[in-house]
Every structure is written in C-alpha cells, then in structure tokens.
C-alpha cells in the first residue's frame, strides 16, 4: 500500500499544526494502533510534532504564559498566539544543529545553554525578518510596539529562566541572599536594556496566576520601593496602575449586578469580590499610600464602593427571602392574626432564583466581607435568615402534619426551598435537620399522618 502523498502530507502537516497538545498525544496513542503505510507515516509526523512543541516549552518557557490573554484580565505584556509558532520555526531553523541537546532533561546545563543561545536566534529572526514572525495584518494596531518588546524579551530570557526557579521564594519570605539575588538578577538586565528590569518582571508577571502577587517582587527590589512616592516615579508604576485599574473595572462590573434568573450570574459577582479584597489587602501590607494622593484617593474610593455595594447586597438578600418565601397573615380567632408561610407560594422563577443568587453571595463572602467592613452585617443577617427559614420551615410541616396545607407537595417544595436558603448560607447541619423533618412529613402522606407534636 502506498504512503502519503505530498498533498496529504502538506494537508496533515496543517492540521497538526493547529491541534492542541492534548489532542496531539491523543492521535499518537490511536494511530500506533493502527496497519498500514500511511497510519505509520502519520505516526511519525505526529511523533515529530510532539517532540518539537517539548523542545519549543523548553526554549520558550521564559516567554510561553506572554502568547495568550491574563485569566484574570489584568493588562499584561502579551503577543498573538499565532506569533509563537511562526518565532519558534524561524529560530530553530537557525540552530538546527543544536537542537536534540535540547532532548535532554530540561535541567541540563547543555540543553538550558543550549535553550538560552536559540532564544538569541529568536531575537535576531524578529529584528532582521518582522514581516515572517509577525505578518503585517496580524494585529497592526499594536505590531511595531510588539516586536520591539518580543525582541527585547527574547534577549533576556537567559535572565529570566535563572529567575524562575526562585519565583516561589520571592513570594513568600526571601532572606537578605535571596533579595540580593533578585537585585542583581534586575540589575543585569538593566545592562542589557535599558528597561531591562521591567521586561523582566513584564515575564515574571506573566507566570503569576495570581497578579497582585507581584507587589511582592516590586516592594524587593529596592530599599525603598515599599514607598509611593518612588514606586510612582518609577517604571515599575505600572503594575500598579494596573492593579487598580483592574479593581476599579471589577467595581463597575459588581455595581451593575442585577439578581436574575441565571444562578451563575453570581458567580463572576463572588470573583471581583473576592480578587479586589485580595488586591487591596495586598496594597495595604506591601505599600505606605499616601492617602491624599491619586493611587491613595482610588484605592479609598474602590474601597467606599465595595464596601457600599456589600452592604446593598446584604439588604437585597434581606428582602428576597420575604418574597422567595413570602408569609400571609391568618386568622387564629376572633380579630387575632399571625403570619403564616403562604404555601400556594411558586418554587420556581425570577423572584425564587434572585433570592438564591444573593444568599450565594452572602454565603461565600466572608473573606471580603471582613476586609470591607461588612463581616458584622453580613453574621447577623446569616444568623438571623438561620433563625426565619427554620422557623418558616417548622410552620410549614406543622401545617402539613396537620393536614392544613392546601397543596401538600407545593408546601414540601417549599420547605426544600428553604433547606436549600440554609446551604447556600453554609448552614448545612440546620438544612440536613429541616430535611429530614421533610422525609418523616412527605412519608405520611396517603398514610398515617405524624402529629403536630412529633413534627
């Protein structure tokens, strides 16, 4: 049987190309399995493929988390996705020689010497063939600036890969040797470029899944960029600028939440939440702001904001709960009244699924809560719902152990409803109580019903 032509080879060589690393072990576990000329040959253009993208993490791992968009949004030095395959060819294509050194274990002196002087290669294909790294019709808003900074990363990215491995000793607490390591690390970049020491935290930056992290590196690597006044001055006030950017646009995001019929609407409320109370609590133990200044002002503000919206959403929760599991007044005797849960009430829709989106959110932030000044408002709702909803749920079997409800399954429903208000609260032993209160009342119907008593 035949092989594969040239059309199929150019055509697989595309697809390939485009398939996700994943994917690509995938196919090469499948096509071994399978006979044939062609099945072997794929095998072999898979198995190359997989082995250039191994070699293509290792060269390029400075730079790697820098091809695709921050998670969290933050703006962030970043280049096309498409701009990273296109470098890589043109810089191995270089070095082809030297590239099954870079086979070895990736700890290897020879293949990180090796990484390092492709990476150079790299830097000298963007500056002498932009137009082959980065097409003219590849975002051209940002193109030139791109390139510029894409060969600038690549010339210190020796630099960076040194830095990497002490990354996590950065950020939590370095000793007087591992600061100075970081000081000279920014140091000889900076005899490299003359903004050297920001390129390089832009690639530290890059590999922070968590952004206000980089408060942590920023505040070492000077005596005295704890203090505004320098940091402001200085080329480093970016990442701060953009810290607080990024908590002002998740401030406008929580201000237009509205409480729909979507429950994982909340979600992303929950997140900017929680991520702003991260940041500015980072800002507070890691800066000295001046509280009269425009970084001091904003941060003043966004908190205010958050802190107001907080307690808006608190009192929201308040109110949802009257009407998710609305009380009606009845008549005990004579002109004596008393509220009692209205059992013909929906356990479905908008109103019903508000109330369970905000009492999520009153339930899951506790940590930002305290860093907003809201935990006390936010405890005495949580203790008072506690004390409602278990009381509505004990009103409602009572009436359905007495044979008073008017429709015993829509009452259950309810009480479910109410069980459910507990969890997303967190008070979960009180739901598995109302719970079970439930099963013993939903088993006597169509039987002998429990007395009010025992219920």
């Given at each position: 049987?035949?092989?594969?032509?040239?059309?199929?080879?150019?055509?697989?060589?595309?697809?390939?190309?485009?398939?996700?690393?994943?994917?690509?072990?995938?196919?090469?576990?499948?096509?071994?399995?399978?006979?044939?000329?062609?099945?072997?040959?794929?095998?072999?253009?898979?198995?190359?493929?997989?082995?250039?993208?191994?070699?293509?993490?290792?060269?390029?791992?400075?730079?790697?988390?820098?091809?695709?968009?921050?998670?969290?949004?933050?703006?962030?030095?970043?280049?096309?996705?498409?701009?990273?395959?296109?470098?890589?060819?043109?810089?191995?294509?270089?070095?082809?020689?030297?590239?099954?050194?870079?086979?070895?274990?990736?700890?290897?002196?020879?293949?990180?010497?090796?990484?390092?002087?492709?990476?150079?290669?790299?830097?000298?294909?963007?500056?002498?063939?932009?137009?082959?790294?980065?097409?003219?019709?590849?975002?051209?808003?940002?193109?030139?600036?791109?390139?510029?900074?894409?060969?600038?990363c690549l010339d210190l990215a020796h630099l960076a890969?040194?830095?990497?491995?002490?990354?996590?000793?950065?950020?939590?607490?370095?000793?007087?040797?591992?600061?100075?390591?970081?000081?000279?690390?920014?140091?000889?970049?900076?005899?490299?470029?003359?903004?050297?020491?920001?390129?390089?935290?832009?690639?530290?930056?890059?590999?922070?899944?968590?952004?206000?992290?980089?408060?942590?590196?920023?505040?070492?690597?000077s005596c005295s960029s704890a203090e505004e006044g320098?940091?402001?001055?200085?080329?480093?006030s970016g990442f701060i600028e953009r810290l607080i950017?990024?908590?002002?646009?998740?401030?406008?995001?929580?201000?237009?939440?509205?409480?729909?019929?979507?429950?994982?609407?909340?979600?992303?409320?929950?997140?900017?939440?929680?991520?702003?109370?991260?940041?500015?609590?980072?800002?507070?133990?890691?800066?000295?702001?001046?509280?009269?200044?425009?970084?001091?002002?904003?941060?003043?503000?966004?908190?205010?904001?958050?802190?107001?919206?907080?307690?808006?959403?608190?009192?929201?929760?308040?109110?949802?709960?009257?009407?998710?599991?609305?009380?009606?007044?009845?008549?005990?005797?004579?002109?004596?009244?008393?509220?009692?849960?209205?059992?013909?009430?929906?356990?479905?829709?908008?109103?019903?699924?508000?109330?369970?989106?905000?009492?999520?959110?009153?339930?899951?932030?506790?940590?930002?809560?305290?860093?907003?000044?809201?935990?006390?408002?936010?405890?005495?709702?949580?203790?008072?719902?506690?004390?409602?909803?278990?009381?509505?749920?004990?009103?409602?079997?009572?009436?359905?152990?007495?044979?008073?409800?008017?429709?015993?399954?829509?009452?259950?429903?309810?009480?479910?409803?109410?069980?459910?208000?507990?969890?997303?609260?967190?008070?979960?032993?009180?739901?598995?109580?109302?719970?079970?209160?439930?099963?013993?009342?939903?088993?006597?119907?169509?039987?002998?019903?429990?007395?009010?008593?025992?219920?």
């Amino acid at each position: 049987m035949s092989g594969l032509s040239a059309a199929h080879r150019i055509a697989l060589a595309a697809l390939i190309e485009q398939a996700p690393d994943d994917m690509l072990v995938k196919l090469s576990s499948v096509t071994t399995a399978l006979p044939g000329a062609r099945a072997l040959e794929l095998g072999d253009m898979l198995a190359e493929e997989v082995r250039d993208r191994t070699r293509r993490r290792l060269v390029m791992a400075p730079l790697l988390p820098m091809f695709r968009p921050r998670a969290d949004g933050v703006e962030a030095m970043t280049f096309p996705a498409a701009v990273l395959p296109r470098l890589w060819k043109a810089a191995s294509a270089r070095e082809p020689a030297l590239l099954p050194r870079l086979d070895r274990d990736e700890a290897d002196a020879m293949a990180v010497a090796v990484a390092d002087r492709v990476c150079l290669a790299g830097a000298a294909a963007v500056r002498d063939r932009p137009d082959l790294i980065w097409p003219v019709d590849l975002e051209p808003e940002r193109r030139e600036r791109g390139l510029v900074d894409l060969a600038a990363c690549l010339d210190l990215a020796h630099l960076a890969r040194r830095g990497l491995p002490s990354l996590e000793v950065w950020l939590k607490r370095p000793d007087g040797d591992q600061i100075a390591v970081l000081r000279l690390l920014l140091k000889d970049c900076a005899g490299i470029h003359l903004d050297g020491a920001q390129r390089v935290l832009e690639m530290l930056f890059s590999h922070l899944d968590d952004a206000v992290l980089i408060l942590r590196i920023i505040t070492q690597s000077s005596c005295s960029s704890a203090e505004e006044g320098f940091l402001s001055a200085s080329e480093l006030s970016g990442f701060i600028e953009r810290l607080i950017a990024g908590v002002d646009t998740r401030v406008a995001r929580i201000a237009a939440f509205r409480p729909g019929s979507d429950l994982a609407a909340v979600d992303p409320v929950i997140e900017d939440l929680t991520w702003c109370a991260n940041v500015l609590g980072e800002l507070d133990v890691t800066l000295t702001l001046n509280p009269l200044s425009v970084w001091g002002k904003s941060v003043r503000d966004a908190r205010v904001n958050l802190s107001g919206q907080l307690s808006a959403f608190l009192r929201a929760a308040d109110r949802a709960v009257d009407k998710a599991l609305p009380l009606e007044r009845v008549q005990i005797s004579g002109r004596m009244t008393r509220k009692s849960p209205q059992l013909t009430a929906p356990v479905q829709g908008e109103t019903v699924q508000a109330a369970r989106n905000l009492l999520k959110l009153v339930g899951a932030v506790r940590g930002p809560a305290s860093t907003f000044g809201a935990e006390s408002d936010r405890k005495l709702l949580v203790d008072s719902l506690i004390g409602r909803l278990t009381d509505y749920a004990d009103q409602a079997l009572l009436l359905v152990n007495d044979g008073e409800a008017p429709d015993e399954l829509n009452a259950l429903r309810l009480v479910e409803l109410a069980a459910r208000c507990l969890d997303l609260i967190d008070a979960r032993p009180v739901a598995r109580t109302v719970r079970r209160r439930a099963a013993v009342a939903g088993g006597g119907k169509g039987g002998s019903r429990p007395s009010s008593r025992a219920a």
